[in-house]
């Protein structure tokens, strides 16, 4: 009876002991950083693959060249429509048997642990002369926590484990900044132009900052206050392109952080003012 009572208190006393927080670097990977665009060395089927980093890519995907160049099996049964920038777009999966980050191998968040990725067209397949194979996305990236130092251009990928509060191992000091979840495993921010609040998603693969039809209706802009702000052309994921108009805005904050008058101009719809802040840590 002793025994059993001493058992059953171990239980109950081990249930309120919270487990311990543990942080551990997996892997760091360099980073090439070129107009605007944050680029990282992906091995597919024990081949280098430049990707774009990007974190606000629900799916991973390779361009048709890389296909091509990689020799990629397609899936005979599964393909995947994208919606981007520049349109949808549908075209069967490619199946690489191997993907793998500075020597961690990845594989998707799924039941199954595949390795599938999305074939789509890219509007710039080329960067400072060299090609572009493709985007990482969050479907690879999720199951890590990201520290991302652009300064330094090094991306770390970490295990965390029962973590709250201020845990970050960085010797320097840092804001931590609430975020949301509002599809799947993005993160968005709350940012203020101009002292209105708007909803920011965390995407490390736009080189141009855009704020959306819903964010110009919060700032007061219309077709009206818009029609002399200079225009461009912008191309994303899909096959056509896109007219946005530029904006200059006065102030940007992110948390304690602000980017005044020095803030490249917005794009409407939808400012690269990225390396203007410290690195963040996503989850």
């Known amino acids: 009876m002793r025994c059993l009572l001493f058992v059953l208190l171990m239980l109950i006393a081990s249930r309120g002991v919270p487990a311990a927080c543990v942080v551990t670097a997996r892997t760091e990977v360099p980073l090439e950083v070129t107009g605007g665009t944050i680029f990282v060395e992906v091995m597919i089927n024990g081949r280098p693959a430049r990707m774009v980093l990007d974190t606000g890519a629900q799916r991973s995907v390779v361009t048709r060249a890389a296909v091509a160049r990689l020799d990629l099996a397609l899936d005979e049964w599964v393909a995947t429509t994208m919606r981007g920038v520049g349109g949808l777009e549908r075209n069967r999966n490619a199946l690489p048997r191997s993907l793998a980050l500075g020597g961690i191998a990845l594989v998707r968040r799924t039941l199954t642990h595949d390795t599938s990725l999305t074939v789509a067209t890219l509007p710039n397949d080329t960067r400072a002369g060299r090609a572009i194979d493709g985007l990482l996305g969050r479907d690879f990236l999720a199951p890590f926590d990201l520290s991302l130092e652009l300064p330094a251009r090094t991306l770390t990928l970490y295990s965390v484990e029962a973590c709250q509060g201020a845990f970050l191992p ?55 206050t818009m029609a002399q702000a200079p225009s461009r052309a912008m191309a994303g994921l899909g096959p056509r392109t896109i007219a946005t108009q530029s904006r200059q805005f006065r102030t940007m904050r992110i948390g304690g952080e602000v980017c005044k008058t020095a803030c490249k101009p917005f794009q409407i719809p939808g400012v690269n003012s990225a390396q203007k802040f410290p690195p963040w840590s996503m989850r």
């Open 170 to 224: 960085w010797p320097q000091p840092y804001s931590a900044l609430p975020v949301q979840n509002p599809m799947d495993t993005a993160l968005s921010v709350q940012v203020e132009i101009d002292g209105i609040p708007l909803r920011a998603l965390l995407d490390t693969g736009a080189s141009t900052t855009l704020i959306a039809a819903p964010g110009m209706a919060r700032l007061g802009l219309t077709a009206e």
